[in-house]
C-alpha cells in the first residue's frame, strides 16, 4: 500500500455535488474551523472547507456519499487549483490543526472535472492521477502538491476529512467500496 494515496472508481453525482458549493463557500460560522481561503503557499488555490455540523446540508451529503458514513463531525469543501499552477508540495499538518476537530489527517478528493488532476508527491513513482469519476485518498501529513502547470483549465475537487488517518481510511474505504 502506498504511504502517500491511493485512488477508487466512485460513481458520484457531480451536478448534486456542485449544488452544495454556494451554502459551502458563503458560510461563515460562529466557531474558528472553517476555512475561506483564496491561497496557500504560493499558490492560488480556492479552497472553502467547512465541519458539517455548520452546514444544513448533512442528510444530502450522507445520500450522495453513501456507501461512505458520513457524520456531522466530518468536515466538507470545494478546492480547485486554477489553470497553469504548480500547487508546491506541503503537509497539512503543519497548518496548525492538530489539536482541534478541524484535523486534516487523510482527505477523500472526488475528482469533479472531465479531465485528470494529477497530484504530487515527495517521491515522483508516487504521483498519481485522479480520473474523472474516481475517488482520491490522501494522505495529508505526507508531502503533497498539484502540477497543472500545462493544464489550461481550472479544476475543481469536493473533499470530505472522515477525521481518520490515512491508513484507516484506505483500510474503511477497502471494506465498503
Same mark, same amino acid.
Given at each position: 500500500?502506498?504511504?502517500?494515496? *491511493?485512488? $477508487?472508481?466512485?460513481?458520484?453525482?457531480?451536478?448534486?455535488?456542485?449544488?452544495?458549493?454556494?451554502? %459551502?463557500?458563503?458560510?461563515?460560522? +460562529?466557531?474558528?474551523? $472553517?476555512?475561506?481561503? &483564496?491561497?496557500?503557499?504560493? !499558490?492560488? #488555490?480556492?479552497? +472553502?472547507?467547512?465541519?458539517?455540523?455548520?452546514?444544513?446540508?448533512?442528510?444530502? %451529503?450522507?445520500?450522495?456519499?453513501?456507501?461512505?458514513?458520513?457524520? !456531522?463531525?466530518?468536515?466538507?469543501?470545494?478546492? *480547485?487549483?486554477?489553470?497553469?499552477?504548480?500547487?508546491? =508540495?506541503? &503537509?497539512?499538518?503543519? #497548518?496548525?490543526?492538530?489539536?482541534?476537530?478541524? %484535523?486534516?489527517?487523510?482527505?477523500?478528493?472526488? @475528482?469533479? &472535472?472531465?479531465?485528470?488532476?494529477?497530484?504530487?508527491?515527495?517521491?515522483?513513482?508516487?504521483?498519481?492521477?485522479?480520473?474523472?469519476?474516481? #475517488?482520491?485518498?490522501? =494522505?495529508?501529513?505526507?508531502?503533497?502538491?498539484? +502540477?497543472?502547470?500545462?493544464? @489550461? %483549465?481550472?479544476?475543481?475537487?469536493?473533499?470530505? =476529512?472522515?477525521?481518520? =488517518?490515512?491508513? +484507516?481510511? #484506505?483500510? $474503511?474505504?477497502?471494506?465498503?467500496?
Amino acid at each position: 500500500m502506498s504511504k502517500f494515496s *491511493t485512488v $477508487y472508481d466512485f460513481k458520484l453525482d457531480i451536478p448534486a455535488i456542485l449544488e452544495l458549493e454556494h451554502e %459551502v463557500a458563503n458560510t461563515t460560522p +460562529d466557531s474558528p474551523y $472553517y476555512m475561506h481561503t &483564496e491561497r496557500y503557499e504560493d !499558490a492560488p #488555490v480556492k479552497q +472553502d472547507i467547512l465541519m458539517l455540523s455548520d452546514l444544513s446540508c448533512l442528510e444530502r %451529503v450522507k445520500e450522495l456519499l453513501s456507501p461512505i458514513e458520513v457524520l !456531522a463531525e466530518h468536515s466538507i469543501g470545494f478546492e *480547485t487549483v486554477p489553470a497553469n499552477v504548480h500547487l508546491k =508540495n506541503h &503537509e497539512d499538518f503543519l #497548518v496548525g490543526w492538530a489539536t482541534n476537530p478541524f %484535523v486534516r489527517k487523510c482527505n477523500i478528493l472526488f @475528482n469533479l &472535472e472531465d479531465h485528470p488532476i494529477y497530484i504530487t508527491h515527495g517521491k515522483e513513482d508516487e504521483c498519481k492521477y485522479i480520473m474523472p469519476g474516481q #475517488v482520491m485518498v490522501l =494522505n495529508v501529513t505526507r508531502s503533497h502538491g498539484c +502540477d497543472h502547470s500545462n493544464i @489550461n %483549465v481550472s479544476s475543481k475537487m469536493f473533499s470530505i =476529512n472522515l477525521r481518520k =488517518n490515512y491508513f +484507516d481510511t #484506505v483500510t $474503511y474505504l477497502n471494506n465498503i467500496l
